[in-house]
C-alpha cells in the first residue's frame, strides 16, 4: 500500500500508484516514445481509432521491403510496411500494417489479460460514461461488463473508473477517468470557469503482463532506470468484470522515467494458467506490440544485458534509416516476459 505523505509526492501519482525517484540509480531510459501496434488492414483499422477515439491522424509512410525484412528480421519475401503516427494529446501511437504473402498469425481468440502477450494503452478520458456511450454506438466490442469504479478498499486506485474494449483486431485499449486527487495533474478538470471540451485526453500508460514483478523489475528498474511509483494489489468484483478474468488478484507497478507516458506492469498472483508469450513470434503478428524509448548509454546498456542473456531481436545496435523515425540506431530486444521493446539513441 502507498500512503501519500504530502501534496507534492500525491501530485505525481501516475495512473493511482505513486511516481517517485530512485536516488543514486543512473537512468538510462529518458523518455517513453510511444508504443506501437500491429494491425491487420490501416485502412479498416485507421478509421476507427481517428473517428471513434478522436486520434489525429499525423501521417503515414511506408518503410521499403529491404529496410522492413531488415529491421523486423522477416524473410525477404516482405513487401513493404505503411505506418501511420497518431496523435492524441501529448502522446503518439503508432500503427503498422505489413503488406505482403508474409501474412502473420491472428490474436488467438481466446486471450486474456493474464496471458503473457498482453499488452493494452490506457486513454484518458474526461467523462467515462459519455466516452462509453460512444463507443456503445459503434457498437465496439467489450472486454470489461461496463465501465467499472475501484472500490474504496483499493486506496491508491480508489475511485478510478475504468473500462476495457477492442479495437477491430482484438487489441485491448482501456478508457480510465481519474478522480480528484488520483493520475497525474494535466488529467483532471481545468480551472473552474475554463471550457475543456476534449472527451479522449491522452495516453496515460501502456501496461504488460508479467509473470513475475521481481524479475521485470530487476529489467525495467535496475536496468533500464525507470523509476518505480510504488504498488497497488486489485482484486475483487469491479477487478473481475473489468478484466473479465475471474478470481482475479494482480499486483500492479507503475513505472515512468519522469517525462511522457508511463509503463505498467500487470503480475497476476490469481488465478494461474495465464499463458506464455508464443514462441517464434514476430512483428506481423497481431498480437505484437513494441514500446519505443530513448534511451543513454545505449552501448554500455547492450553489453550489460548481453552478459545477463537476454535475448535480442537485433544482431546489436543496428541503423534505423529508413524506418521514418527521427533516430539513426537503436537496440530491438524483449523483456523477461517477451515483449518487444525498441531502445532508441
Not at 54 to 64: C, K, M, N, Q
Not at 212 to 221: G, P
Not at 236 to 241: D, I, K, N, V
Not at 258 to 280: F, K, N, Q, S, V
Amino acid at each position: 500500500m502507498i500512503r501519500h505523505t504530502n501534496y507534492i509526492r500525491q501530485s505525481l501519482l501516475l495512473a493511482g500508484l505513486l511516481v517517485g525517484s530512485v536516488p543514486g540509480r543512473a537512468q538510462v531510459a529518458e523518455r517513453v516514445m510511444h508504443p506501437t501496434i500491429t494491425v491487420s488492414d490501416l485502412n479498416r483499422v485507421l478509421p476507427f481509432y481517428t473517428q471513434v477515439l478522436s486520434f489525429d491522424l499525423i501521417g503515414t509512410r511506408t518503410v521499403a521491403a529491404g529496410v522492413a525484412a531488415r529491421l523486423f528480421s522477416l524473410p525477404d519475401s516482405t513487401h513493404s510496411v505503411r505506418v501511420a503516427t497518431l496523435r492524441l494529446g501529448q502522446e503518439t501511437l503508432e500503427l503498422l500494417d505489413f503488406v505482403g504473402p508474409e501474412t502473420g498469425r491472428s490474436m488467438p481468440p481466446d486471450s486474456r489479460s493474464n496471458d503473457r502477450w498482453f499488452q493494452h494503452i490506457a486513454i484518458v478520458v474526461s467523462d467515462i460514461d459519455k466516452a462509453y456511450r460512444q463507443l456503445r454506438q459503434h457498437r465496439v466490442g467489450h472486454v470489461s461488463t461496463a465501465p467499472q469504479t475501484l472500490p474504496a478498499y483499493l486506496p491508491a486506485a480508489a475511485g478510478i473508473r475504468a473500462f476495457y474494449f477492442h479495437d477491430p483486431d482484438g487489441h485491448v485499449l482501456e478508457l480510465i477517468w481519474f478522480p480528484p486527487g488520483k493520475g497525474n495533474p494535466r488529467w483532471q478538470p481545468p480551472a473552474a470557469g475554463r471550457q475543456d471540451s476534449a472527451l479522449f485526453l491522452g495516453i496515460d500508460h501502456t501496461a504488460v503482463a508479467s509473470a513475475d514483478t521481481d524479475r521485470s523489475l530487476a529489467f525495467y528498474r535496475d536496468g533500464l532506470g525507470l523509476q518505480l511509483g510504488g504498488t497497488s494489489e486489485n482484486y475483487g468484483t469491479e477487478q473481475e468484470h473489468l478484466n473479465q478474468v475471474f478470481g482475479a488478484h494482480l499486483l500492479i507497478s507503475g513505472l515512468t522515467t519522469g517525462r511522457g507516458m508511463g509503463i505498467e506492469l500487470l503480475d497476476y498472483l490469481a488465478p494461474p494458467g495465464g499463458r506464455p508469450y508464443p514462441e517464434a513470434s514476430r512483428a506481423n503478428d497481431l498480437w505484437h506490440w513494441h514500446t519505443v524509448l530513448k534511451v543513454s548509454g545505449l552501448a554500455a546498456f547492450r553489453d550489460r544485458l548481453h552478459q545477463q542473456g537476454y535475448p535480442f531481436l537485433s544482431p546489436g545496435i543496428v541503423s534505423l534509416d529508413g524506418l521514418g523515425l527521427a533516430v539513426r540506431r537503436g537496440l530491438w530486444l524483449r523483456d523477461p516476459d517477451g515483449h518487444a521493446l525498441l531502445l532508441c539513441e
